[in-house]
């Protein structure tokens, strides 16, 4: 069965950093397309960033481009965000989603994001 696992959340002051990382399993991860997102508490799942499977091609929300880099891993299973410059409007829960064209798709659990100022 397909799972994917975040971690890397945790408390950091404004102006921090932190690494993310999803780890699928029970899916051949190198065809799939993978996203991250992100919930802030009273607001809707917010597109963050993506990364295409066939060339690497990524792509960030317009909030977070220039601080956060997506990247992926296919030889660990295992894609990254690499959050610079943390500001406390980044606290959310932050989610991966996997996308294989429009027939699969999984998400993770979540991990926790929480910028103080």
């Known amino acids: 069965q397909a799972q994917l696992v975040e971690s890397g959340g945790g408390l950091v002051q404004a102006g921090g950093s932190l690494r993310l990382a999803c780890v699928a399993s029970?899916?051949?991860?190198?065809?799939?397309?993978m996203r991250w997102y992100r919930q802030a508490p009273g607001k809707e799942r917010e597109f963050v960033a993506s990364?295409?499977?066939?060339?690497?091609?990524?792509l960030y929300g317009n909030s977070v481009k220039g601080r956060f880099t997506i990247s992926r891993d296919n030889a660990k299973n295992t894609a990254y965000l690499d959050m610079n410059t943390l500001k406390p409007e980044d606290t959310a829960i932050y989610y991966c989603?996997?996308?294989?064209?429009?027939?699969?798709?999984?998400w993770g659990q979540g991990t926790q994001v929480t910028v103080s100022s």
């Open positions: 989603y996997a996308e294989l064209g429009s027939r699969y798709s999984y």
């Open positions: 029970g899916l051949t991860f190198s065809s799939y397309d």
């Open positions: 990364i295409r499977r066939s060339d690497g091609a990524t």
